[in-house]
């Protein structure tokens, strides 16, 4: 099933800049484009403010039934998905399934930088009247590295054209200027592109100012290209897309659509929302381990095929999760006598079972089983048979507890634990009473 991406356009555009990369993206994601107030046939009576903006939005995505979607947003569209891919990942607007962001040329969560002059001559345009035609080609070609050709061209033009005057001039006055820095990094996977041409926001913007808000986030420039990407190079931005999709998204479980929509409930609290949108993030498989050496890492994930044996491709890689763990310091509190602190204790483990994973699982199974057994003695290791012993237990809980704690597992084995009445106040299944109230239950006569 391909996923849905929901695409933001740029001030002055509409989702129509996104057509030629819907074509060229078909196949990879499906691309649904979303006017914002004032832009393209949506009306400015919603509100034209970042947060009403981002309601907006929300809204589509909810109504839309997606359960797997990505963020496309450009320039004005970036800050506004960026603000929804916050409030996702954290929970608080009731959405579950945000697998990716990508942002084109995208404004800043913090104020965009604007040359205060075209600032003031933009403002002028919209004054008392709609932008007229030369208005709106001067913006599309300011904006563009080499003129667009005819048709591109002429749909930009008109796209500027039908604006509406209050929401050009809201964004320019108030939007680019809101301050929303404060939200937390987000940890899910982000492309952050830049048009090599581009001004304010060209890459040393992007770099400086969007980039260091995602965790998780790559950063690519678009030679030949000013600020409008998907209108000037549809091509080279699809490609970079589809590449990003492909390494960093498009593997790893998807959460079935029954448990997202459970996930994304009212029956469900934000706290508990979030911690399942960050455990279902898929896992990049270029990343560095942040506790273990690279050789350390792949015997875990030999360890992991042995342990927990995941069937089909689309596997969680539950040993760089508790490599995370490990740099995170977020064990149970729980060791065995006689063993080193964590980290110490599986850097040896490993170091010594880095020969038998060599070798094949089928072999590392039969290493393993002596290995619990007692009976394995590494030869010139730092732990002892039974520390190695105690170690292997310690190691089994912490893969399987990965495992377990992926949402898409949890809809396997059909616990729905996580559904714990929501947010305010919880009843959980019955009502507490107060003195001399009667359950409903309780026969006429009996009273307390």
Request: charged share 20%; net charge negative; hydrophobic share 45%.
């Amino acid at each position: 099933m391909t996923a849905t991406a929901f695409c933001l356009h740029a001030l002055g555009s509409s989702s129509e800049e996104f057509a030629a990369l819907r074509a060229r993206l078909s196949g990879t994601l499906d691309l649904v484009g979303i006017d914002l107030p004032g832009f393209g046939t949506s009306s400015a009576v919603t509100g034209t403010t970042v947060e009403e903006m981002a309601v907006l939005v929300e809204r589509a995505i909810g109504t839309s039934g997606a359960t797997e979607w990505a963020l496309v947003g450009h320039s004005m569209g970036g800050k506004v998905a960026s603000v929804v891919a916050g409030r996702t990942m954290s929970g608080a607007n009731g959405l579950f399934g945000l697998r990716a962001v990508v942002l084109l040329a995208a404004s800043p969560l913090s104020p965009e930088p604007m040359d205060e002059d075209r600032r003031a001559s933009m403002l002028a345009w919209a004054a008392d009247h709609e932008i007229g035609p030369d208005e709106a080609a001067e913006f599309v070609d300011a904006n563009t590295a080499e003129q667009l050709p005819p048709e591109p061209h002429a749909m930009a033009v008109h796209d500027v054209q039908r604006a509406d005057p209050a929401a050009w001039t809201a964004w320019l006055l108030r939007g680019s200027r809101e301050d929303w820095s404060d939200l937390p990094d987000n940890p899910a996977p982000a492309l952050v592109l830049a048009g090599a041409e581009d001004g304010d926001l060209g890459p040393d913007a992007q770099q400086r100012l969007t980039l260091p808000h995602w965790s998780a986030g790559e950063f690519d420039v678009v030679p030949g290209a000013a600020h409008l990407l998907p209108w000037e190079q549809p091509e080279a931005v699809a490609d970079r897309i589809r590449s990003f999709w492909e390494r960093r998204v498009a593997h790893g479980p998807v959460v079935p659509t029954a448990s997202a929509r459970v996930i994304a409930s009212p029956r469900v609290s934000a706290r508990n929302r979030a911690v399942l949108a960050a455990r279902a993030l898929p896992d990049d498989p270029a990343a560095e381990p942040r506790a273990l050496t690279r050789t350390q890492l792949d015997t875990l994930r030999a360890l992991a095929r042995v342990v927990v044996p995941q069937p089909g491709a689309d596997t969680i890689d539950v040993a760089l999760r508790v490599d995370g763990q490990l740099a995170a310091g977020q064990g149970d509190g729980w060791r065995p006598d006689g063993l080193p602190v964590d980290a110490e204790a599986y850097r040896a483990a490993l170091d010594a079972l880095a020969p038998d994973a060599a070798v094949s699982d089928e072999h590392l199974a039969e290493v393993l089983s002596a290995v619990d057994a007692g009976t394995h003695t590494p030869a010139g290791g730092v732990l002892d048979a039974e520390q190695l012993r105690l170690w292997s237990e310690d190691a089994g809980v912490d893969l399987v507890k990965q495992w377990l704690a992926h949402p898409a597992t949890m809809a396997m084995i059909d616990y729905d634990g996580f559904a714990n009445g929501g947010d305010g106040v919880r009843l959980q299944g019955f009502q507490l009473l107060g003195a001399g109230q009667r359950e409903a239950w309780e026969p006429d006569g009996v009273t307390r």
